[in-house]
C-alpha cells in the first residue's frame, strides 16, 4: 500500500489529487491531508443551498466540490482527512466498504482510549456525537473511500459557513454543533493533529506490515494534478454548475439520503432534469438526467427510461418508482 502524507492545504489541488489517485494510477493508496478553511460539497448537491452564501462570500472560504457523495462538509487546519484507495470488488454494497475503511480508524482511536462506533450510513461518533462523516466514489474497478476527522475545528465555522439540515435516526447524526465533536476532547493536550496524523500512519503501517511503502507524489503526478486542479476543480461550472431555470422542484428525503429533482416541461416533455442530493452512488447520476430528458412525463414512459440502469449503481435504497413519483 501507497502511503502519502501530503502537506499542501489547497482544496482545490488535494480535491484533484483524490481524483487522480481514483482513476490516475493503480496502487492501493492510504492518505492523510488537510486543507486550509474551505467548504466540500457532494458530488450530486446543489451547491448554493447548502452554503451560506452571504458567511462564505464575506469571509472569502472556498467551496469545492469532490467526486464523492454524501453531503457537504466545512474543512479546516483542525481538521484530518483521510483516504483508501483499493480495488472494487464486484457486489460491494456501501456499507460493506464503510465498515471496512473505517474499521483502522476505530481501532487506532480505541487504542488511545476513545470508544468510537460507525452509525448511520457513513459516521463516526463517540457517545452519540458525530466527528467523522465518510464518502465513496468508484471508477472502474477501483473504489475511493475518504473520511474527515474533527480533530480542533473551528465549531462557529462549521455552524455558519453551512446551512444546518435535520437528519432523521437511520441516516447519522446532522453536523449541528451540539451533535459534533471534536476529537482533541478526548485526548491529551499533547497530541496535535500533526501528531496524530503520525500515530495513525503507524497504526496503519503496523497493519499492512511489509506492504506499506512511503512513497509522495512525483513530480509528474503533481502536475498532472495541478493541471486537473486548474481545468475542473477551480471552475464554476464545477463547483456551482449543472443548473438551469426550472418550473418544478421536488424534495424528499429517503433511506438513502435527500433527492431533489428540478425540471421544466414543454407540452409534457421533460426538458431540463437535475437530481441534487447527498446519496451516495457508484456511477453518474448525469446518465439518468439525460435519459429523462425528452421522456413523456408519465409514469410509464420514464420507467421505461430507466429499466436498462443497474440501478444500485445510481442510488442506493431509493427505488425507480419512487424517484419517479418525485416528479408528480
Known amino acids: 500500500m501507497r502511503c502519502i502524507i501530503d502537506h499542501t492545504t489547497d482544496p482545490f489541488t488535494n480535491l484533484a489529487a483524490e481524483e487522480y489517485l481514483l482513476t490516475g494510477q493503480k496502487d492501493s493508496v492510504f492518505r492523510l491531508w488537510r486543507n486550509a478553511p474551505a467548504i466540500i460539497v457532494g458530488r450530486n448537491q446543489n451547491t448554493l443551498s447548502e452554503i451560506n452564501k452571504d458567511y462564505v462570500v464575506e469571509r472569502n472560504i472556498p467551496v469545492v ?107 447519522g447524526v446532522a453536523s449541528h454543533p451540539s451533535r459534533v465533536c471534536n476529537l482533541s476532547e478526548f485526548l491529551p493536550s499533547d497530541i496535535t493533529p500533526i501528531r496524530f496524523m503520525e500515530l495513525l500512519k503507524k497504526h496503519i503501517s503496523e497493519q499492512m506490515q511489509n506492504s506499506f511503502e512511503d512513497k509522495p507524489f512525483l513530480p509528474e503526478e503533481l502536475s498532472a494534478i495541478e493541471r486537473l486542479s486548474n481545468e475542473k476543480y477551480r471552475t464554476y461550472a464545477w463547483n456551482y ?20 429533482v428540478c425540471f421544466k416541461t414543454s407540452d409534457g416533455i421533460l426538458q431540463n432534469v437535475n437530481i441534487y442530493g447527498d446519496y451516495f452512488f457508484y456511477a453518474p447520476t448525469e446518465d439518468i438526467e439525460k435519459a429523462l430528458k425528452g421522456c413523456p412525463l408519465n409514469r410509464e414512459d420514464m420507467a421505461k427510461r430507466l429499466t436498462p440502469f443497474v440501478w444500485d449503481d445510481y442510488f442506493r435504497h431509493i427505488s425507480p418508482e419512487e424517484l419517479i413519483d418525485l416528479f408528480f
Open 241 to 260: 454548475g449543472r443548473g438551469c431555470k426550472w418550473e418544478h422542484i421536488r424534495k424528499k428525503r429517503f433511506e438513502g439520503g435527500n433527492v431533489e
Open 65 to 171: 466540490r469532490r467526486l464523492s457523495g454524501g453531503g457537504a462538509v466545512f474543512h479546516d487546519l483542525g481538521n484530518i482527512n483521510y483516504t483508501f484507495v483499493d480495488s472494487y470488488t464486484s457486489g460491494m454494497d456501501t456499507s460493506e466498504a464503510f465498515a471496512r475503511f473505517t474499521k483502522p480508524i476505530l481501532d487506532m482511536l480505541s487504542r488511545l482510549g476513545i470508544h468510537a462506533t460507525l452509525e448511520g450510513r457513513n459516521d463516526l461518533v463517540i457517545n452519540g456525537r458525530k466527528f467523522s462523516g465518510n464518502a465513496i466514489a468508484r471508477h472502474k474497478n477501483r473504489i475511493l473511500m475518504h473520511g474527515t476527522l474533527l480533530f480542533s475545528a473551528s465549531m462557529e465555522d462549521l455552524s455558519q459557513a453551512l446551512r444546518i439540515k435535520e437528519r432523521d435516526n437511520k441516516r
